[in-house]
């Protein structure tokens, strides 16, 4: 069976309620994963998200800030979440899809939101940072602790991290700027290494092609400009790697009505 896995930072749910409609409509994922969905769970507007067609849908969310959602075609036979670094933030929920998923049947799903970790590179002096590194470093732990690829897993979200030289549109003029540090890209990739996580992005897209998922708000023209970099990511497990059939970024979504700064991210996978 084919199945497509999308991962989209929504920035607001509930305001860009109609653009998840129409990506929804237009790209028809299996699964869309969501981050910073910035409400509580009771103010999730659950109806609307299964009338698109996406009957099976969790949620962890607070008011305002952060939250990860996981919509659905298929049911669920177990959920979790992590509360990460000791707070209970809203940046992690997984999934395991039941026997109704047929082929796909077993296979978790990790939804990430890691911390953006303010504009100061020092931990020293900036506590956001500080929070940051903290996080990958609990990534780090648990995936050394839990083994999450040992079975069939996706991690996916945004990680806030573009960590290879070419996911920024400049290398040398970023490697001051959170997201893009040395510090940074290598707790991400030694993190996702030592999982043994696959990149899906760079199986089929390897470098020297630039690829972004993210485009500052700040910049008035964002298309021309094309200053951007890739902070939304999909992982495999190590076992997965021969399922992968296509990977891509939905950019036009950043040019709709009111966009999120981010654009969605999209695997398809043979199982």
């Excluded at 933030?89 to 990790?110: M, N, P, Q, W, Y």
């Excluded at 609990?138 to 979200?157: D, H, Q, Y």
Aim: net charge neutral; aromatic share 8%.
């Amino acid at each position: 069976m084919q199945l497509t896995v999308s991962t989209w930072n929504i920035n607001s749910v509930r305001l860009r309620l109609d653009q998840v409609g129409r990506f929804l409509k237009e790209r028809r994922p299996d699964i869309l994963c969501l981050q910073e969905t910035k409400c509580p769970n009771d103010k999730l507007p659950l109806k609307d998200l299964q009338a698109f067609g996406y009957p099976f849908v969790v949620h962890m969310g607070q008011k305002g800030y952060n939250g990860v959602a996981i919509l659905s075609r298929y049911p669920f036979s177990e959920t979790s979440v992590m509360e990460m670094c000791g707070r209970q933030d809203a940046r992690h929920i997984t999934v395991t899809l039941s026997r109704e998923a047929k082929g796909a049947a077993g296979l978790t799903i990790h939804n990430f939101y890691v911390p953006a970790g303010g504009d100061i590179p020092d931990p020293e002096l900036n506590e956001k940072f500080r929070h940051k590194l903290d996080f990958m470093a609990e990534m780090r732990s648990w995936g050394s602790r839990a083994k999450p690829t040992a079975g069939p897993a996706i991690l996916v979200g945004d990680l806030n991290v573009a960590p290879l030289e070419h996911d920024v549109w400049s290398h040398k003029q970023l490697l001051d700027v959170v997201s893009h540090t040395p510090v940074e890209t290598q707790a991400l990739e030694e993190l996702r290494q030592e999982a043994e996580w696959i990149d899906a992005m760079r199986v089929l897209r390897p470098e020297p092609e630039k690829i972004y998922s993210w485009w500052s708000y700040r910049s008035p023209d964002w298309a021309a400009a094309d200053k951007g970099r890739r902070l939304d990511h999909i992982w495999l497990s190590k076992g997965m790697k021969d399922t992968l059939r296509s990977i891509d970024v939905t950019r036009d979504a950043r040019g709709w009505e009111r966009p999120s700064d981010h654009a969605p991210v999209t695997a398809v996978l043979e199982l």
